[in-house]
């Protein structure tokens, strides 16, 4: 009986199966009629929806051209001084690309149909420093220079753009600029900018050794970025990486490396700006600075007696340790 019922089932299951190839349409399936313009587009690569994109932001394209179809010329009737100093910046070169005087004032149209009637415009002048940098940051932010700006430390000093730039330059600043190959949107030279507030490092410059910045022969943002940087005091690279793009003899690498410059860098030793000791030194003694590391209570101390500050012995470390920086022939820096 049960073999019975099982061969019933099996048969059952088999006459279903055969059913449903029968009822299954054969070959492939039919293909819904594509328009010509659209086959067309598909064979050459063409996505429908790339397209679509495309014409959208053509259109998007035209409608901010449309609105900026007034450009400088539209002020030049009543804002013939703001215009010609505009004129005299890299932004005037740019403005057929969407960089006019609505980039920065905002929609001039009503200005315009009223005559400059208040409160038609952007005013710059009434802005807050966010607002004035995030006006220049809607262009500059894009840029590696100026990414790092709202961490900056001058935007958190309350320090603008235009605290150091200046979007409309005289005649007078243009020529006098251009005399030494600065740009006209920069107010004075940078190390001018830099010290009328950094006043303790323009002391530090007049000190007997110091980097010739006053000189001319560097500048502030040769080490540091204004606009701002991941690094602290806004170095543009740490300070070994920037002290030995001109100090190439401690560049390295060495066998043995002091340990200060690979942890510290440079300024374990040195002082960034300007020094009253020799070679730019912490401290007068070269003694003394080599103890505050190599010290008894350091655990580093030195072998022998002339390591201490007594009267009894004299001479600096680098009497004997001449290789201060590093060396490939001796770990004690001796050569």
């Known amino acids: 009986m049960k073999k019975l019922l099982y061969y019933l089932i099996t048969a059952t299951g088999v006459v279903f199966l055969f059913g449903a190839f029968d009822t299954a349409p ?4 039919p293909r819904t009629a594509i328009p010509a313009s659209t086959a067309k587009s598909v064979s050459s690569g063409t996505c429908l929806r790339a397209t679509t994109t495309a014409a959208t932001s053509t259109a998007r394209t035209t409608a901010i051209v449309a609105k900026s179809s007034y450009g400088p ?12 100093a505009f004129n005299r ?21 009503k200005h315009v149909e009223s005559k400059g009637a208040e409160g038609t415009i952007v005013s710059v002048a009434k802005m807050t420093p966010q607002k004035l940098s995030e006006t220049c940051l809607k262009c500059h932010e894009k840029k590696s220079e100026q990414s790092h700006w709202k961490v900056s430390e001058h935007a958190r000093a309350g320090v603008t753009c235009v605290t150091c730039h200046d979007v409309h330059p005289s005649k007078e600043q243009k020529s006098s ?16 900018l830099c010290l009328s507030c950094h006043k303790s490092t323009e002391a530090d ?23 701002g940087s991941d690094k602290p005091h806004q170095l543009r690279a740490d300070t070994k990486t920037l002290c030995v793009k001109c100090h190439q003899d401690k560049r390295g690498p060495f066998l043995y490396e002091h340990s200060a410059q690979t942890m510290d860098g440079c300024v374990a030793c040195h002082e960034q700006h300007g020094s009253a000791a020799r070679n730019m030194l912490k401290v007068r003694d070269v003694r003394e600075l080599c103890l505050s590391c190599h010290s008894a209570e350091m655990g580093v101390g ?22 201060i920086h590093g060396s490939n022939r001796d770990k004690y820096f001796i050569e």
């Open 26 to 29: 054969s070959g492939p399936a």
């Open 73 to 84: 010329e539209a002020c030049v009737d009543c804002h013939d001084d703001e215009v010609a």
């Open 89 to 109: 910046t890299t932004h005037s070169k740019s403005w057929q690309h969407g960089m006019a005087c609505e980039q920065c004032h905002g929609d001039v149209t």
């Open 177 to 192: 600029a251009n005399a030494v190959g600065k740009s006209a949107m920069i107010r004075g030279t940078q190390t001018e």
């Open 205 to 227: 410059f007049n000190k007997p050794t110091h980097h010739r910045v006053l000189e001319g022969t560097m500048k502030c943002n040769d080490c540091h970025n204004p606009h």
């Open 302 to 323: 030195p072998p022998h007696g002339r390591g201490n500050l007594s009267t009894t012995t004299a001479g600096d470390c680098t009497r004997c340790h001449v290789a």
